[in-house]
């Protein structure tokens, strides 16, 4: 699998570096926005709500103020009757012009008197006592503010804060009471939803809506809203803390972060919401903006690194040709076209020139050593200064030399010990085959007398049954041929002597042999080592462990054979031995024979067998004896081709000088 280049490496590694930290940073960032981002949602939506609910406050903390300051302006009047009804009248409609927000005040009492700021007349049916703001007041300290109604002074939607007047001595003398529309502190909420881009209302204790700017949840006279109808999810705004932020969903599945704030003295929440997808959209432009980043910042980054490769990494790619180019078998290679923008280049630049130099030095002395090996020259040695590991390739060489000499200069020895031993060889080879030649004569006359033997004895036997006489002659022969079994005997002895030293002879023959393979064998190994210089002489010392092999199986087949021999002639100088015995028995016991006779009769027949088996055993010896002279006559042809092989090879390492 072909590799890639080192500038596409780094381009892909820096890339792939560049790709992840900008994408960590991104990721992180975008967590990070997504976090504050949500976390701005809910501290808008808190301090929004914080905000309406202490402008609300203020609101009505200026009229509650104003409230309990006319109760205690109002009770000692009343309570003295000092205060007619017209300028009650007329006070209450100079207050109420004269403050913002203040549209409506009057004042009640138990006799179901109302005076109003704006000189409205109850209509018939209309009951001070059994007014929600009156009631409260009665039962209420401080100041009372009433849930929302319609008020049928405006038929707008209000709440009243009311306040009950005490003379001195605590009795109730009547309730004083300011109208806040609704419609008012709508608008501010709206402004300041406006202002935060999100909502603001209020909403009591029970979930009933107070104020909401969209005027479709406004209290009516027919309906008042609870924000349990408008989501589910709203419901859940009840069970929050003030400053704590839940996200809801409204009917729409419009998501908003929402956080409740209670109006402190009155019985009102403040719910303030921000729209989720105002964060989302927040989130998506910071999003894109970071992508744009990073989009941005990956071409910078890789322009830059496109410069940083083309400006450092050319020059190394041109390194890399010259390297190829060496590679290939070109040490002559050109670097002054490289550039070297800094001095690691420059360095890398002027070793590549001094290795391809030195390279050419070396190849070319290397090629003239080996030239001079490959023509049986082994005296010339390296001269160049061969430094660092490159000196490693002088050693070697030396070394080659000096083993190659030392190979040579013992085969040289060996080859003349093989010469001598060879003739040696052939020498013996010639006794040997002589020595044989000798045996088989021998062998001849034995075979002749052991027949005349036999044949006497046989006709000895046959004459047994005769007559007396035929048996005191036959006593007389029994001596005579006891004689000849000794003779027998002896000339057996001496053929299986001759086998002995025959047998040593053949173990010597061997054991050059061995010798002869063991040299052949060891000068292939060096002609090995020395590779194709020594390819000829590998091929003479094949030669020659060839023809010492057969030498070795050769002698080995004539010593099985005279082994043989050896076994047979064992065999038949026992039974010579029997057949001496039993002529000395017969010439001792020739008395006892005429009484005998028939059992002597008898043994003769057995004996009779058995010289016949000699007879077969003698022309058996007789055979191998002459296969014998035939191996020692090949052996001579051997040794003589082992001698001229021999020669032979001296001539071959004659050509080498050392």
């Given at each position: 699998m072909k590799k890639m280049t080192l500038a596409k490496q780094i381009r892909l590694t820096f890339s792939i570096v560049v790709v992840l930290i900008l994408l960590c940073s991104t990721t992180i960032n975008i967590v990070t926005i997504v976090a504050d981002t949500i976390e701005v949602a809910s501290n808008t939506s808190v301090s929004t709500a914080q905000i309406a609910a202490n402008s609300i406050q203020a609101s009505l903390v200026e009229k509650t103020s104003l409230i309990e300051g006319l109760a205690i302006q109002f009770s000692g009047g009343l309570e003295k009757?000092?205060?007619?009804?017209?300028?009650?009248?007329?006070?209450?409609?100079?207050?109420?012009?004269?403050?913002?927000?203040?549209?409506?005040?009057?004042?009640?009492?138990?006799?179901?008197?109302?005076?109003?700021?704006?000189?409205?007349?109850?209509?018939?049916?209309?009951?001070?006592?059994?007014?929600?703001?009156?009631?409260?007041?009665?039962?209420?300290?401080?100041?009372?503010?009433?849930?929302?109604?319609?008020?049928?002074?405006?038929?707008?939607?209000?709440?009243?804060?009311?306040?009950?007047?005490?003379?001195?001595?605590?009795?109730?003398?009547?309730?004083?009471?300011?109208?806040?529309?609704?419609?008012?502190?709508?608008?501010?909420?709206?402004?300041?939803?406006?202002?935060?881009?999100?909502?603001?209302?209020?909403?009591?204790?029970?979930?009933?809506?107070?104020?909401?700017?969209?005027?479709?949840?406004?209290?009516?006279?027919?309906?008042?809203?609870?924000?349990?109808?408008?989501?589910?999810?709203?419901?859940?705004?009840?069970?929050?803390?003030?400053?704590?932020?839940?996200?809801?969903?409204?009917?729409?599945?419009?998501?908003?972060?929402?956080?409740?704030?209670?109006?402190?003295?009155?019985?009102?929440?403040?719910?303030?919401?921000?729209?989720?997808?105002?964060?989302?959209?927040?989130?998506?432009?910071?999003?894109?903006?970071?992508?744009?980043?990073?989009?941005?910042?990956?071409?910078?980054?890789?322009?830059?690194?496109?410069?940083?490769?083309?400006?450092?990494?050319?020059?190394?790619?041109?390194?890399?040709?010259?390297?190829?180019?060496?590679?290939?078998?070109?040490?002559?290679?050109?670097?002054?076209?490289?550039?070297?923008?800094?001095?690691?280049?420059?360095?890398?630049?002027?070793?590549?020139?001094?290795?391809?130099?030195?390279?050419?030095?070396?190849?070319?002395?290397?090629?003239?050593?080996?030239?001079?090996?490959?023509?049986?020259?082994?005296?010339?040695?390296?001269?160049?200064?061969?430094?660092?590991?490159?000196?490693?390739?002088?050693?070697?060489?030396?070394?080659?030399?000096?083993?190659?000499?030392?190979?040579?200069s013992n085969t040289q020895s060996s080859t003349n010990e093989i010469s001598l031993g060879s003739g040696q060889i052939a020498h013996s080879a010639q006794d040997l085959a002589q020595l044989t030649i000798d045996q088989c004569a021998l062998i001849t006359d034995f075979k002749q007398e052991t027949v005349q033997v036999a044949e006497d004895i046989i006709n000895i036997i046959e004459d047994i049954n005769k007559s007396y006489k035929i048996a005191d002659a036959m006593a007389s022969k029994a001596e005579h041929g006891a004689t000849q079994g000794q003779h027998l005997a002896e000339a057996m002895q001496m053929i299986s002597k001759s086998n002995s030293e025959m047998t040593a002879v053949i173990k010597s023959i061997e054991d050059v042999a061995d010798q002869t393979n063991l040299l052949a064998l060891n000068a292939a190994i060096e002609a090995a080592r020395a590779g194709e210089t020594g390819r000829g002489f590998a091929i003479v010392a094949s030669e020659v462990r060839d023809l010492s092999v057969r030498t070795a199986e050769l002698v080995k087949n004539i010593y099985g054979m005279i082994n043989e021999n050896i076994d047979s002639l064992e065999k038949g100088e026992a039974l010579v031995e029997v057949a001496v015995v039993a002529l000395d028995d017969i010439a001792v016991s020739s008395d006892e024979t005429r009484n005998v006779s028939k059992s002597v009769s008898d043994s003769a027949v057995t004996q009779k067998d058995a010289l016949h088996r000699i007879i077969e055993n003698v022309e058996r010896l007789e055979m191998e004896m002459s296969k014998n002279a035939g191996i020692s006559e090949e052996n001579v042809a051997i040794s003589q081709e082992l001698a001229a092989q021999s020669d032979t090879l001296k001539d071959q390492l004659s050509h080498f000088v050392i």
């Open positions: 009757g000092s205060i007619t009804d017209s300028a009650l009248q007329g006070y209450l409609a100079t207050q109420a012009n004269s403050r913002d927000g203040i549209t409506e005040m009057y004042f009640g009492n138990a006799n179901n008197t109302l005076i109003s700021s704006s000189g409205w007349t109850p209509t018939e049916g209309y009951t001070v006592t059994s007014r929600d703001w009156y009631i409260g007041a009665i039962n209420t300290d401080g100041i009372f503010v009433t849930e929302p109604y319609v008020d049928v002074m405006s038929g707008d939607a209000t709440i009243t804060l009311s306040k009950k007047i005490l003379s001195s001595t605590n009795q109730i003398m009547g309730v004083l009471a300011v109208d806040v529309y609704l419609n008012d502190i709508q608008q501010l909420l709206i402004s300041i939803g406006d202002a935060n881009n999100g909502q603001v209302f209020v909403i009591t204790d029970s979930g009933d809506v107070v104020v909401h700017p969209v005027q479709a949840y406004m209290p009516t006279a027919s309906e008042i809203k609870n924000i349990g109808n408008v989501s589910s999810t709203y419901a859940d705004l009840l069970k929050v803390a003030d400053g704590e932020v839940l996200r809801i969903q409204n009917s729409q599945d419009e998501a908003f972060y929402s956080s409740m704030q209670r109006i402190e003295g009155t019985p009102f929440k403040i719910i303030s919401t921000y729209p989720a997808s105002e964060v989302f959209e927040a989130i998506m432009f910071e999003v894109q903006a970071c992508i744009i980043l990073l989009v941005g910042s990956f071409l910078f980054v890789w322009l830059v690194i496109a410069v940083i490769v083309k400006r450092y990494i050319s020059p190394l790619e041109d390194v890399v040709k010259a390297l190829n180019e060496i590679k290939n078998g070109n040490l002559h290679v050109d670097t002054t076209h490289i550039p070297t923008p800094n001095q690691e280049t420059f360095d890398l630049v002027g070793s590549l020139q001094v290795v391809s130099s030195t390279l050419t030095l070396y190849i070319n002395e290397i090629d003239q050593v080996l030239e001079s090996f490959a023509d049986g020259d082994f005296t010339i040695e390296p001269q160049q200064n061969y430094i660092g590991d490159f000196g490693k390739i002088k050693v070697s060489l030396l070394n080659i030399a000096m083993h190659l000499k030392a190979l040579l």
